[in-house]
Nanobody
């Protein structure tokens, strides 16, 4: 059974940075894509970024150039480095692997 645990969220001022982590357990993840999503209050969950097993990355337009996804297969962990944060980045951030979700970590960006 896949279990995911996100951490690293918090309150930060606009222009600041945060690094999110998602630790996976219950499977072999090095061969799987690992994604980050986010859900702002009153909005649908939206895709943020992907790290593929080959190391390729992909980003949604709103975060491109500001966020960086990376992974450490030895630690079954995917990271999301978030720089130049904006108030519109405020959301609960979730990782997704094999269609499984963690509990999310809250990111709040104040103006």
């Amino acid at each position: 059974q896949v279990q995911l645990m996100e951490s690293g969220g918090g309150l930060v001022q606009a222009g600041g940075s945060l690094r999110l982590s998602c630790v996976a357990s219950g499977g072999i993840f090095s061969i799987l894509p690992m994604d980050w999503y986010r859900q702002a209050p009153g909005k649908q969950r939206e895709y943020v970024a992907r790290s593929t097993s080959s190391g390729a990355t992909n980003y949604s337009d709103p975060v491109k150039g500001r966020f960086t996804i990376s992974r450490d297969n030895a630690k079954n962990t995917v990271y999301l480095q978030m720089n130049s944060l904006k108030p519109e980045d405020t959301a609960v951030y979730y990782c997704n692997i094999k269609n499984c979700w963690g509990q999310g970590t809250q990111v709040t960006v104040s103006s």
